[in-house]
């Protein structure tokens, strides 16, 4: 049993360790007075001189526009190359004057929801900083699935990357989150008018049509969730980085 479990531990440690980690921080917000509070405290952490010398990566505030039954109304979703330096940053941010002042604003003005790490696997589309609106689509998959999964994205992505204007992403849920959400995939679209465009021929996409025929058999679509963002803050890398592996 030790030596199954040292297997696993190592396989995940170097999982975690070759792919970029992005983290959601889900928050309730009661009031607008309250969300503009928010929002404030986070432009004077990010515009910090501690925020410029320390943060290594790309920090966006979201707001839901759908969130199933979840009661957080926006989040955090911090980018970062490796867990390294995203718990880096969290301690030293927890230690220093500026972070302390910010979460002491973020205590004040609204209330903890759930945390979940993510390590991101691929992506595919057109990755772009310009995409602002996304869809998360949660699923649960078998370790022993995922393979063929990401064959069928690939072949998504390889039939219809004239025509999808925007990008789609897959990612492993490495921890916190529910028991029942092992994978995200998610989708970005520069406008909301693009996403409606797009989703609008989805039933009738013989490529798409056949990726959920195919998907369906290897995965187990738990929800979606519609989102924008209210703020971006790119300190060390942006998305277009992220996405593509590459913080040079």
Known sequence: MK?????????LSG?????????????KVETPAAAANV??????LMTSNFAKENFKGSLHLNAY???GDSEATHFFA????????HVAWMNASQQSEAGQKFFDALRNNSSSISQRFNSFIQTYGNPS????????????????DMEQFLKLTQKLDDETRESFP?????????????????HLLTVGYSSIAELEGWEDQVATNPALQKFF??????VDWKGSKLLFNARIYDSASDLEQFVTKDFE
């Open 213 to 218: 025929k195919m998907a369906d058999r290897v």
């Open 78 to 85: 911090v980018l970062q190359p490796s867990l390294t330096e």
């Open 39 to 44: 929002v404030a405290a986070t432009d004077e």
């Open 3 to 11: 030596k199954i479990f040292l297997i696993i531990s190592l396989a």
């Open 166 to 182: 925007g990008q789609f992403g897959v990612s492993q849920v490495m921890f916190g989150g529910s028991s029942d959400v092992s």
């Open 65 to 67: 526009l759908a969130n």
């Open 15 to 27: 999982f975690i360790n070759s792919n970029p980690m992005w983290t959601i921080y889900d928050i």
């Open 129 to 144: 900083n310009d995409d602002m609106y996304w869809i998360i689509h949660e699923f649960y998959a078998e370790p022993s």
